[in-house]
């Protein structure tokens, strides 16, 4: 089965590193996927969308997309500023937020049907790991703990295995505790 998924954050979060993580952890599990980046002003705080697909069998659409089975909000601030809007979660789909609230308005995120909603504080994680560049933290690979908790899309093993792969050990250790606590952590909000 082909699934697509978006991640959406600013520019500086990681959101282009967790597409090309989550599609490396794909191959580990003998999957098909692509991953590829949406920049607009390329500047450090911008809105940026990043796109994967991973599937079972070769992938032949291309492309981006506005509507996704995964979308997975890096900044919480994009709702209220009405960006997520302008994507969409398909039927059955999951919505992953890095936030503390317990709640999401309803009316701020599109969808096609049911949807699963899952948070997790990627920011705190971040934070209390020392996961931060510029002043920002990084909250991209805490998110890809939250989204394999939340989905099971691909496996935790397999986005620490990519994880140590793109950044190496010494970093890649740090990522790859964020990763397990972000996993832990992650709680079920809802089906909206």
Known sequence: MLYEIIF??????????????LVQAAIYENKYGQGFPFFGAERRGAPVAA???ISD?????HGMFNEADILVILDDSLIKLGIVKKYTVRDNGTLIINTPEKTIPR?????????N????????IAREL???VAGWPLVNTPMLGALSAATRLVSLENIEKATLY???SKLGAKNVEAIKRAYMETMYLSEV
């Open 57 to 61: 069998k070769p992938i032949l659409r």
């Open 130 to 132: 020392g996961l931060i």
């Open 117 to 124: 909603v899952y948070a997790v504080n990627a920011t705190m």
């Open 166 to 168: 793109y950044f190496g």
């Open 107 to 115: 009316d701020q995120v599109s969808t096609r049907g049911k949807i």
């Open 8 to 21: 959406l954050g600013r520019g500086g979060q990681g959101g282009v590193t967790a597409s090309n993580i």
């Open 51 to 53: 796109y994967a697909r």
